[in-house]
C-alpha cells in the first residue's frame, strides 16, 4: 500500500538548485561522527568510513568540565542527545547523488484511529540550501498520505519547514495512485504545485520549480518501522543525534532523524 501511494517527486532544475537526494548508507559511508563539548574542543567518536547503521546507535561519550578535561558524566547515541553529530569532511558531500539509484524513500506507516492508515514518506538530502543564514546540513523531509478505512486516499499532507499544507486528494492531480510533489528548490520544502511560496514568519519564498528530475519514489523505497523498532535493518531509527554539523542556533544545525521529531507522530505537522 505505501507503493502505491508513493509520491512522484519533482525536483528543482540542475540550473537552480545543487542539491539532490541519498539515502542513509550513503551518507554515512561519507561523514565522521563528533561530539560537541561547548567551549571546548569537540571528539571525533567515529572517523570516516566507520560509520555504519550498526554502530551509529550504541557511541557513548563523556561531557568535559573545568580545564576541558572529560568529567564522569556519559552520554549515548541512542539517546535524544543533540551533542552527538554526523558530519561530512568536505562540501562535496552536500551536493547528494548524481546517481538517482540512491535516491531512497524512507516509509512510516501508522495505524488510523476508527480505521484506515497514515503513510509518511521520509527523503534525506545531505544539505539545506535555502536562505544563507539557516543552512545546515542534512535535511529530513516528509509527507504523509491519509488512507481511509476502506483503504482509499483522502488527503496528503505537505510538509514546509515547521508547518505545511493539507490537501485533498481531490484536489489532487495524481499520476495514477500517486500523488506529486514539488521539492523546493534548496529547501526541499514539499508543495502541491509548482510556484513561488512565502515562507512563514520570514521575508523570504521557496520556490517549486518543474522541469527537473523526476523521482518516482515507489520504485526505491523502504519501511523504516518506528522508534525502537527498526523494520528491514534501517537501525538508523535508533540514532538520536543530529545528522549533521552542530551550528550556531538550531536551525543551523544538523536536525535529528525522523523517530525523533515530533511529526513522525504528528500527522498535521
Ligand atoms: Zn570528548
Known sequence: MARKYAPEVHLAPAGDDWTRPANVDWYLARVQMRFDHPGCPDCEILAVGSVTQSNMFSQSHTTKGTFCKHTDKRLYSKDSEKKFFLQPPNDD?????????????????????????????????????????????????????????????????????????????????????????????????????????????????DRAISGGPVWQTWNNLVNMGEKRFPLNGQTFVLYGGRWGEKGEMDVTSGPQGPPFQGSFYDENR
Open 93 to 205: 558531500v552536500h551536493k547528494g547523488s548524481s546517481n538517482p539509484a540512491d535516491w531512497i524513500v524512507y516509509t512510516h506507516v501508522k495505524s488510523k484511529i476508527g480505521g484506515g492508515y497514515y503513510i509518511q514518506y521520509w527523503f534525506f538530502y545531505p544539505y539545506n540550501d535555502s536562505v544563507a543564514s539557516v543552512n545546515h546540513e542534512a535535511d529530513w523531509e516528509h509527507i504523509t498520505v491519509t488512507l481511509n478505512e476502506r483503504g482509499e486516499p483522502v488527503s496528503v499532507y505537505y510538509a514546509q519547514h515547521d508547518v505545511g499544507t493539507s490537501v485533498g486528494w481531490a484536489s489532487i492531480q495524481p499520476t495514477g495512485t500517486h500523488p506529486i510533489v514539488y521539492s523546493a528548490d534548496g529547501s526541499h520544502a514539499s508543495y502541491p504545485r509548482a510556484g513561488s511560496y512565502d515562507i512563514p514568519s520570514t521575508p523570504f519564498k
